[in-house]
T-cell receptor, first 109, second 115 residues
């Protein structure tokens, strides 16, 4: 079975401070990991995926297979980062995504 | 071009009524997914189509839930004899087929409230 855990439902961070949203997963194999974001009154959209190793809007995430984690990080939070963030997993040979319960990030001005 | 569209955006049903939710995927997207998102939860997989073939329906919670995509484009999710626990946002997503890393593009969702 595959499972994604996001331990923090809510996270508040001051503008300019570093941000880390935690994500741990359970999967017996090599998964693909994603971060999706949902801004207020917008649809769910892909933020980044581990295979592309990109930095999007200043966010990065590294897949740590030893710790089965895929934490999302940004060194300096901006007000426009306030949103709901979901970590998601796709198993090898599978098409469906398994999501965590999400973390609501609020950036305090 | 337009993204994934869903209709209606909001639906209120009395318990026991049947409902039909529609999804228009991005043109050319072969894969189509339905997810259910209950309040305070992440989206949960319901079912997946590749063209008109329903390849995975393991997430459908009961036989009251039925999905179809007869011509490989528009899809309909039907819920028969709705129950209060069916209240949720139903999300549709589409993607190009196969190869790893293909992004799923989500629609705005249909918020179903069962009274």
């Amino acid at each position: 079975a595959q499972r994604v855990t996001q331990p923090e439902k809510l996270l508040s961070v001051f503008k300019g401070a570093p941000v880390e949203l935690k994500c741990n997963y359970s999967y017996s194999g090599s998964p693909e990991l994603f971060w999706y974001v949902q801004y207020s009154r917008q649809r769910l959209q892909l933020l980044l995926r581990h295979i592309s190793r990109e930095s999007i809007k200043g966010f990065t995430a590294d897949l740590n297979k030893g710790e089965t984690s895929f934490h999302l990080k940004k060194p300096f939070a901006q007000e426009e980062d306030s949103a709901m963030y979901y970590c998601a997993l796709r198993g090898l040979g599978n098409e469906k995504l398994t999501f965590g319960t999400g973390t609501r990030l609020t950036i305090i001005p | 071009g337009a993204g994934v569209s869903q209709s209606p955006r909001y639906k209120v049903a009395k318990r026991g009524q049947d409902v039909a939710l529609r999804c228009d995927p991005i043109s050319g997207h072969v894969s189509l997914f339905w997810y259910q998102q209950a309040l305070g939860q992440g989206p949960e997989f319901l079912t997946y189509f590749q063209n008109e073939a329903q390849l995975d329906k393991s997430g459908l919670p009961s036989d009251r839930f039925f999905a179809e995509r007869p011509e490989g484009s528009v899809s309909t999710l039907k819920i028969q004899r709705t129950q209060q626990e069916d209240s949720a946002v139903y999300l549709c997503a589409s993607s190009l087929p196969g190869a790893s890393g293909n992004e799923q593009f989500f629609g705005p969702g249909t918020r179903l409230t069962v009274l």
